[in-house]
């Protein structure tokens, strides 16, 4: 009896991590709260992205003066979110989880970045709509291929 309660347990934890791990790469449905052609999402995330994600990954979202190359400080500026960064590279739930998360609990190792984590900043409706603004200005083969890379 108490080798299957132990086994039960074990089998519980399994489950619930490997369930925590999921949630933390793929974020919310591994995008199903992207949406670019969404006017409604796409308004509020423009509004949200200036107040929050501007200042560093600018307003035209062109990123830092030469952001592949490390700071001083060892850390990357910020990268573009147009077409012309890898923002589009990454499935819409890898950004989600980046976003709310941090670079440094998806990377780890001790990773350092000035990319905050937005959990408890902006909501998971409000994350999903900065990143349907996003995507809202990548050509349009762009957002094809992003879908390809999202699995839809």
């Given amino acids: 009896m108490k080798r299957r309660l132990l086994a039960t347990g074990i089998a519980g934890l399994v489950v619930a991590g490997g369930a925590a791990i999921y949630q933390l790469t793929a974020g919310n449905s591994a995008g199903a709260g992207l949406d670019a052609d969404d006017a409604g999402k796409v308004a509020l995330g423009a509004g949200l992205y200036a107040e929050n994600c501007a200042a560093c990954h600018g307003a035209d979202l062109q990123g830092q003066p030469d952001w592949r190359q490390r700071l001083p400080n060892g850390r990357l500026p910020a990268p ?11 499935p819409a739930g890898q950004l ?3 976003t709310k998360h941090g670079p440094a609990a998806l990377v780890g190792g001790g990773y350092q970045s000035d990319m905050p984590a937005y959990d408890g900043i ?22 094809a291929r992003h879908d390809q890379i999202s699995g839809r």
Avoid: C, M, N
Wanted: hydrophobic content about 40%.
């Fill in 80 to 90: 573009p979110h147009d077409e012309s960064g890898h923002t589009w590279h990454h």
């Fill in 122 to 143: 902006l909501s998971d409706a409000e994350i999903w709509a900065v990143l349907s603004y996003i995507k809202s200005r990548w050509p349009e083969d762009i957002q």
């Fill in 96 to 98: 989600f989880a980046l």
